[in-house]
């Protein structure tokens, strides 16, 4: 027979195993799987509840970092995007540029990366107040990883 204490501890470790399995009691950047250099950015301004300051933080290092890796450092913003991935001789070429389907890629990640520029970084830019909830802060920020990890791809001409 259990005592009340071994009985609580028990019912706690249960517990415990149940979150973990189900994605629970992990911070939502880790559910996310969201990019390190993205949590180095944004992570305490999420956790402190400025969900849009943690998206636009996020917006403006993905902007910054594509300017550093393309040598367009005076350029920003969409014109930057669309300029250093374009699919005639890119500053950072993220495919091998050999078929139409490549080519087809290429543009269409200028058109990510310059729609985020303009669609999710811009607006927090230049509004005051937190315009997101938590839930569009997280998939802000995983776009924001997914298109990290695809300038971390990028091929070497």
């Given at each position: 027979?259990?005592?009340?204490?071994?009985?609580?501890?028990?019912?706690?470790?249960?517990?415990?195993?149940?979150?973990?399995?189900?994605?629970?009691?992990?911070?939502?950047?880790?559910?996310?799987?969201?990019?390190?250099?993205?949590?180095?950015?944004?992570?305490?301004?999420?956790?402190?509840?400025?969900?849009?300051?943690?998206?636009?933080?996020?917006?403006?290092?993905?902007?910054?970092?594509?300017?550093?890796?393309?040598?367009?450092?005076?350029?920003?913003?969409?014109?930057?995007?669309?300029?250093?991935?374009?699919?005639?001789?890119?500053?950072?070429?993220?495919?091998?540029?050999?078929?139409?389907?490549?080519i087809?890629?290429?543009?269409?990640?200028?058109?990510?990366?310059?729609?985020?520029?303009?669609?999710?970084?811009?607006?927090r830019?230049?509004?005051?107040?937190?315009?997101?909830?938590?839930?569009?802060?997280?998939?802000?920020?995983?776009l924001?990883?997914?298109?990290?990890?695809?300038?971390?791809?990028?091929?070497?001409?």
């Amino acid at each position: 027979m259990f005592t009340k204490f071994e009985a609580i501890v028990r019912r706690s470790s249960e517990n415990t195993r149940h979150a973990e399995q189900n994605g629970e009691g992990l911070h939502p950047f880790d559910t996310r799987n969201i990019h390190p250099e993205i949590s180095k950015v944004s992570l305490k301004l999420f956790d402190d509840g400025h969900y849009s300051q943690a998206t636009f933080e996020t917006f403006k290092y993905i902007d910054k970092k594509v300017a550093k890796l393309s040598g367009k450092l005076k350029k920003t913003g969409v014109s930057l995007m669309l300029d250093v991935f374009q699919e005639k001789n890119p500053s950072i070429q993220l495919t091998n540029l050999s078929t139409s389907s490549e080519i087809d890629e290429q543009k269409g990640f200028s058109f990510l990366f310059a729609g985020s520029t303009s669609a999710i970084r811009n607006p927090r830019g230049h509004e005051v107040g937190n315009l997101d909830t938590v839930d569009q802060c997280l998939d802000h920020l995983s776009l924001a990883s997914f298109l990290l990890r695809r300038l971390g791809d990028r091929v070497t001409p």
